[in-house]
């Protein structure tokens, strides 16, 4: 009903420049620029006017992206059945499993660009309203709070192949010739390929079945629980044995080739590289298991039930944390770019912020695992590192670190500027006690989303004195101090 302008590829390619700018292991000096508009999101949660009388809003009115998710609604688990045809797009059913935390006349999901076909609740025919960027269920009769009710949208993703230039999103992507797709979606595209409550606060579990075309493969987040005997055609399910937000979603589809092992520590590793790639990429995939030993030993045990990497043949610069398989371009396939991406799955997406703007909880501390490997592989410790961020964050300006805009989401002082934060708060704290905040975050808190209020009410807990004014200094301040606490 209200469609809105949207410039996606801008924002990715900002993204992209980020992630090699943040993890390319360059001197940094070629920091990110954060002037490119991402999306015109509203500042407003609206409701319809066509919408019942005691309807919710549409969305939980993130301070950043206020349409994602829906008030009142508590999703447990998606089941995704998709078909992907020869072109490669998809049609399918994705059945979300939610439970009404409050009394709901209607139920809006996050869907945008879709086709919806068909919507089911608890099995029965209702009706649905497109008024992107929402699919708005109106179910006959009202829900009551506490139900739990199974919402199945039948749709068809038609993705736009956009000119070359422009592969770079939203959503569901196909590759230039055609051959293979993949899935990129933060902080926001999921919903352009799959009706869902698109927030990160709201964390489910997850079973994919996608049947791809003949020849080919589907892989997803998570360990294969069936596929197609050898050689034949059919359906690939990938199930997760740990909640996932839904930005950290994953589906390729294609000639990939899945490579399975465990890693050194016997974490099982289950890699997915293109058919003609295999062999491309032994940087990468060789770095991954110190990095997997490394990091263990830092944060405690890795949270989920395999980790891997996947590769796509492209030079645009990019890395994505996707739940238990991390997604690279060709040209960001790197060891530095790697371990930023194996830190996250601890930080972002086991320990998953709870809106946007608290985004540094999972980009900070990536930048930081980097900065860790980084010293413990011979280069320059992490107090170096943060001098030299610091001295360029000096320089760049730029939003305090827990204040992020749109523009600035994935900017320099959400990576190496907010690692700079970490690397304080550190100090501040003394080693024994930040290293056991770190793992009492990480355990405490798997599986969930936080905000950046639990984490320093945490940090104030562990070190056993008020870090208000610390934080206030470094993490919520726009200048800084001139020099690390000492
Ligand atoms: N989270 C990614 C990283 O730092 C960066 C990123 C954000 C991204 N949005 C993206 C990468 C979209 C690719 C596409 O590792
Ligand atoms: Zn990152």
């Known amino acids: 009903m209200r469609p809105r302008g949207w410039r996606r590829p801008a924002?990715?390619?900002?993204?992209?420049?980020l992630v090699l700018g943040a993890c390319g292991g360059d001197d940094g000096a070629d920091g990110p620029t954060t002037t490119a508009p991402a999306t015109t999101e509203e500042a407003t949660t609206t409701t319809d006017e066509d919408a019942p009388p005691g309807a919710l809003p549409t969305g939980l009115g993130d301070p950043l992206y206020p349409d994602l998710g829906a008030p009142g609604l508590d999703v447990q688990h998606y089941d995704v059945a998709l078909e992907v045809d020869e072109e490669l797009a998809a049609s399918g059913t994705v059945t979300l499993t939610v439970e009404a935390t409050e009394d709901l006349v209607q139920v809006p999901v996050d869907a945008r660009s879709l086709a919806?076909?068909?919507?089911?609740?608890?099995?029965?025919?209702?009706?649905?309203?497109?008024?992107?960027?929402?699919?708005?269920?109106?179910?006959?009769a009202p829900i009551a709070a506490g139900?739990?009710?199974?919402?199945?949208?039948?749709?068809?993703?038609?993705?736009?192949?956009?000119?070359?230039?422009?592969?770079?999103?939203?959503?569901?992507?196909?590759?230039?010739?055609g051959s293979y797709s993949y899935t990129l979606n933060e902080p926001e595209a999921t919903r352009d390929w799959l009706p869902s409550l698109d927030h990160p606060s709201d964390?489910?579990?997850?079973?994919?079945?996608?049947?791809?075309?003949?020849?080919?493969?589907?892989?997803?987040?998570?360990?294969?629980?069936a596929q197609p005997a050898d050689g034949e055609d059919g359906t690939w399910?990938?199930?997760?044995?740990q909640p996932m937000a839904t930005y950290l979603a994953q589906v390729l589809v294609g000639d990939w080739e899945l490579?399975?092992?465990?890693?050194?520590?016997?974490?099982?590793r289950i890699d997915a590289l293109l058919a003609d790639e295999v062999g491309d990429h032994d940087g990468l995939i060789a770095s991954t298991d110190p990095q997997l030993s490394y990091l263990t030993s830092v944060l405690g045990p890795y949270p989920f039930a395999a980790y891997?990497?996947?590769?796509?043949?492209?030079?645009?610069g990019l890395a994505i944390e996707q739940q238990t398989r991390s997604l690279f371009s060709a040209d960001a396939a790197s060891p530095g770019v790697g371990v930023h991406e194996l830190g996250h799955q601890w930080f972002g997406d086991s320990v998953t912020p709870a809106a946007w703007s608290d985004i540094w909880l999972a980009e900070s501390f990536a930048t930081y695992c980097e900065?860790?490997?980084?010293?413990e592989d011979g280069g320059p410790t992490t107090g170096e590192q943060a001098e030299e961020a610091l001295a360029q964050r000096d320089e760049d300006g730029g939003p305090p670190t827990d204040d992020p805009t749109v523009d600035t989401l994935f900017g320099f002082n959400v990576y190496e500027g907010g690692a700079v934060v970490v690397e304080a708060l550190r100090r501040e704290m003394g080693d024994e006690a930040f290293f056991t905040l770190l793992r009492t975050w990480l355990a405490d808190n798997a599986g969930t989303s936080v905000t950046t209020e639990d984490f320093t009410a945490l940090a104030s807990e562990v070190a056993g004195r008020d870090l208000d004014a610390f934080f206030a200094a470094w993490l919520s301040a726009e200048d800084l101090p001139d020099a690390l606490p000492a």
Not at 155 to 171: H, K, N, Q, T
Not at 237 to 241: A, I, S, T
Not at 308 to 316: K, N, P, R, S
Request: net charge negative.
């Open 11 to 17: 924002a990715l390619v900002l993204a992209a420049a």
């Open 116 to 140: 919806v076909e068909a919507v089911t609740l608890d099995g029965e025919e209702v009706d649905f309203a497109l008024e992107e960027p929402e699919l708005v269920v109106r179910p006959d």
């Open 147 to 177: 139900t739990t009710f199974d919402l199945a949208v039948t749709y068809v993703d038609d993705p736009v192949i956009a000119p070359e230039a422009d592969r770079l999103g939203p959503g569901w992507i196909i590759a230039e010739d």
């Open 203 to 225: 964390k489910a579990t997850w079973r994919f079945a996608i049947t791809p075309p003949p020849g080919t493969i589907a892989v997803a987040n998570g360990v294969p629980t």
């Open 237 to 241: 399910v990938w199930e997760l044995d």
């Open 259 to 268: 490579l399975e092992r465990p890693s050194d520590d016997g974490i099982r």
């Open 308 to 316: 891997g990497v996947a590769v796509v043949d492209q030079q645009i």
């Open 371 to 375: 900065w860790l490997w980084a010293e």
